[in-house]
């Protein structure tokens, strides 16, 4: 009888620990793979690099991102502004440019509209005369001319000499300066009237003649 009842004891026990053993297994498999998990954790932590923002928060990131936009921005509207600047102020100096040509347009026109005027005696027409002879490069002064018409024909644009030699030969000397009309067609002015005794005609055609064989009607002062 003893023996029967230690025989079960010795079951029991060891039934008992059988269960224990394979709880422990549980527990140990249990431990491990818990250990993998927070390792795997750990490994997945240390992979992520990038910030991760908030709702609604930007990250340092963002921020430059965004300075360095307005930046660009900005730079883009200062160089249009200027662009625009450098635009009118173009169109401005080619407006005035403009204007000032117009103008001196309208001189150029007045001017060339506009003869000059001379009184209709003999202190007109002798400055006609010296106008047109500068013109055409014919020397001469108002003092020449005046002492010499004044002693030729004392101021008549008609006077005629009807008695001297050349009057005698048909071709009597007329007008202010007294010239015959084979001279006059010789020395006539072209821009003047071709009328021997027109008085702007007679004085440069004179005038003309005298340069040619005097230097200058200045150094006329008797009968040419």
């Known amino acids: 009888m003893p023996r029967i009842s230690t025989l079960r004891i010795t079951r029991s026990h060891k039934i008992?620990?059988?269960?224990?053993?394979?709880?422990g297994s549980v527990s140990a498999i249990a431990a491990t793979g818990g250990t993998s998990e927070a390792q795997t954790t750990a490994t997945r932590s240390s992979i992520s690099v990038e910030p991760v923002a908030a709702a609604g928060i930007p990250t340092a990131k963002d921020a430059a991102a965004k300075k360095a936009?307005?930046?660009?921005?900005?730079?883009?509207?200062?160089?249009?502004?200027?662009?625009a600047a450098r635009k009118a102020t173009a169109e401005k100096d080619a407006a005035e440019e403009r204007s000032e040509q117009q103008a001196a347009n309208r001189s150029t026109e007045r001017k060339a509209v506009t003869?000059?005027?001379?009184?209709?005696?003999?202190?007109?027409?002798?400055?006609?005369?010296?106008?047109?002879?500068?013109?055409?490069n014919i020397p001469g002064s108002y003092e020449g001319l005046h002492r010499n018409i004044m002693r030729e024909s004392s101021g008549n644009p008609n006077a005629v000499n009807d008695w001297d030699i050349n009057a005698q030969n048909g071709i009597p000397s007329k007008g202010l300066l007294q010239v015959i009309q084979p001279t006059f067609d010789a020395?006539?002015?072209?821009?003047?009237?071709?009328?021997?005794?027109?008085?702007?005609a007679n004085i440069?055609?004179?005038?003309?003649?005298a340069a040619d064989r005097y230097g200058s009607i200045d150094?006329?002062?008797?009968?040419?």
Do not use: C
Not at 16 to 23: N, P
Not at 69 to 83: G, M, P, S, V
Not at 187 to 200: C, E, I, N, R
């Open 16 to 23: 008992a620990t059988a269960v224990l053993v394979a709880a």
């Open 69 to 83: 936009a307005q930046e660009t921005a900005a730079k883009e509207a200062a160089a249009k502004k200027a662009a």
């Open 115 to 136: 003869p000059k005027k001379f009184a209709n005696n003999l202190d007109g027409w002798i400055r006609e005369s010296l106008d047109i002879m500068e013109k055409k």
């Open 187 to 200: 020395y006539h002015v072209k821009g003047t009237p071709k009328k021997l005794t027109d008085p702007v």
């Open 204 to 209: 440069t055609a004179a005038a003309n003649y």
């Open 219 to 224: 150094n006329v002062d008797s009968a040419y």
